[in-house]
């Protein structure tokens, strides 16, 4: 029987799992889109991974991260519940030795994270302005009639790019328009919109930080080839992609269960049978002082499996007696 580990990144735009080995083999992966249910693209990703299973293993560990850690790690009962930036943190290091730099890119938000002999050191975020994540250059593919697998492509065989605005995502939909009136060809507006988006990136989180190389790109972006060529001439050195860039979080979730399960043997994996579960998540909110606190409850097959979001503790402290009263 050969041993796993799981790792989920639940997003707000895609949910990832991963199953790995002892040996750092990924058996299984699955990218499947969130779409405002993480419930069900948790239990989605649980079915897609099983089927791809192939002889006997035993889950020792179990990690969550992403938007949706919390909520995933209640449903499949994680060991390990960690933020993005130390999931992809530990992914990138297991990647490229002595990793400095890391991009990630991913449906609605983007992120710079810098290392320091291999321990994180600074990162920023941009979780408001979509120019440049996955989605705004989604709706850019489709305005322009090609597939976003194209988009990249295309623009690497632009041989007269245009300057196109990207500081903010209206502002570029718009002056893209207007390079379209203006007759200009599609590839070289698409490789001045990889630009500009690149630009946009690095100024609003790369100013004023050392960007030092090896410099690591994932995320769903990381498979666009033109803006890939475009952070390459910014910075004027190479950007690896990982060759599972699109799922890196689940990566780092496998490889943060397996240190756990080093250390404890036993998991608090619910198995994948849980797939199969009906899940009912409740919201209150309690008056019983002034900080109005929003309970959250989660539900499985009628019974309450846990709550949270009480600054108290007074009523996920109460869950193990109420599940007595219910059973």
Same mark, same amino acid.
């Given at each position: 029987?050969?041993?796993?580990?799981?790792?989920?990144?639940? *997003?707000?735009?895609?949910?990832?799992?991963?199953?790995?080995?002892?040996?750092?083999?990924?058996l299984g992966k699955v990218y499947t889109a969130t779409?405002?249910?993480?419930?069900?693209?948790?239990?989605?990703?649980?079915?897609?991974?099983?089927?791809?299973?192939?002889?006997?293993?035993?889950?020792?560990?179990?990690? @969550?991260?992403?938007?949706?850690?919390?909520?995933? =790690?209640?449903?499949?009962?994680? /060991?390990? $519940?960690?933020?993005?930036?130390?999931?992809?943190?530990?992914?990138? !290091?297991?990647?490229?030795? &002595?990793? +400095?730099?890391?991009?990630?890119?991913?449906?609605?938000?983007?992120?710079?994270?810098? !290392?320091?002999?291999?321990?994180?050191? /600074?990162?920023?975020?941009?979780?408001?302005?979509?120019?440049?994540?996955?989605?705004? !250059?989604? %709706?850019?593919?489709? %305005?322009? &009639?090609?597939?976003?697998?194209?988009? &990249?492509?295309?623009?690497? @065989?632009?041989?007269?790019? $245009? +300057?196109?605005?990207? +500081?903010?995502?209206?502002?570029?939909?718009?002056?893209?328009?207007?390079?379209?009136?203006?007759?200009?060809?599609?590839?070289?507006?698409?490789?001045?919109?990889? #630009?500009?988006?690149?630009?946009?990136?690095?100024?609003?989180?790369?100013?004023?930080? #050392?960007?030092?190389?090896?410099?690591?790109?994932?995320?769903?972006?990381?498979?666009?080839?033109?803006?890939?060529?475009?952070?390459?001439?910014?910075?004027?050195?190479?950007?690896?992609?990982?060759?599972?860039?699109?799922?890196?979080?689940?990566?780092?979730?496998?490889?943060?269960?397996?240190?756990?399960?080093?250390?404890?043997?036993?998991?608090?994996?619910?198995?994948?049978?849980?797939?199969?579960?009906?899940?009912?998540?409740?919201?209150?909110?309690?008056?019983?002082? =002034?900080?109005?606190?929003?309970?959250?409850?989660?539900?499985?097959?009628?019974?309450?499996?846990? +709550?949270? *979001? /009480?600054?108290?503790?007074?009523?996920?402290?109460?869950?193990?007696? #109420?599940?007595?009263?219910?059973?």
């Amino acid at each position: 029987m050969e041993n796993c580990y799981l790792g989920i990144d639940v *997003g707000s735009v895609s949910t990832n799992v991963v199953l790995m080995n002892d040996q750092n083999k990924i058996l299984g992966k699955v990218y499947t889109a969130t779409q405002g249910k993480p419930i069900d693209a948790v239990k989605r990703g649980l079915k897609e991974i099983s089927g791809q299973i192939k002889g006997d293993i035993q889950v020792k560990g179990v990690a @969550t991260t992403g938007s949706g850690r919390h909520l995933a =790690s209640m449903i499949v009962g994680a /060991d390990v $519940v960690k933020n993005e930036i130390t999931a992809h943190g530990i992914a990138a !290091l297991n990647f490229v030795k &002595g990793v +400095r730099t890391i991009f990630e890119i991913g449906g609605q938000d983007s992120k710079i994270i810098l !290392l320091k002999d291999g321990i994180i050191s /600074d990162f920023a975020m941009n979780t408001v302005c979509a120019a440049g994540t996955g989605s705004f !250059l989604d %709706r850019q593919a489709a %305005r322009l &009639g090609i597939d976003i697998s194209e988009f &990249g492509q295309q623009a690497l @065989t632009s041989k007269n790019p $245009v +300057r196109v605005a990207g +500081r903010c995502a209206v502002f570029a939909e718009s002056d893209m328009i207007h390079k379209q009136q203006l007759g200009h060809n599609q590839e070289d507006i698409i490789k001045g919109l990889c #630009d500009a988006l690149v630009r946009n990136f690095l100024n609003n989180l790369g100013k004023g930080k #050392d960007l030092a190389g090896p410099i690591v790109f994932q995320g769903g972006v990381a498979a666009n080839a033109g803006i890939k060529k475009s952070f390459e001439e910014a910075l004027n050195q190479e950007i690896f992609v990982p060759p599972h860039h699109e799922v890196m979080g689940a990566i780092g979730c496998c490889l943060l269960a397996k240190e756990h399960a080093a250390k404890k043997n036993n998991t608090n994996f619910q198995g994948f049978e849980i797939m199969n579960s009906g899940y009912e998540v409740r919201g209150m909110e309690c008056e019983d002082c =002034s900080n109005l606190c929003e309970v959250v409850e989660i539900i499985r097959d009628g019974i309450l499996m846990s +709550r949270w *979001g /009480d600054k108290c503790g007074k009523w996920s402290n109460q869950v193990k007696s #109420d599940v007595e009263k219910l059973a």
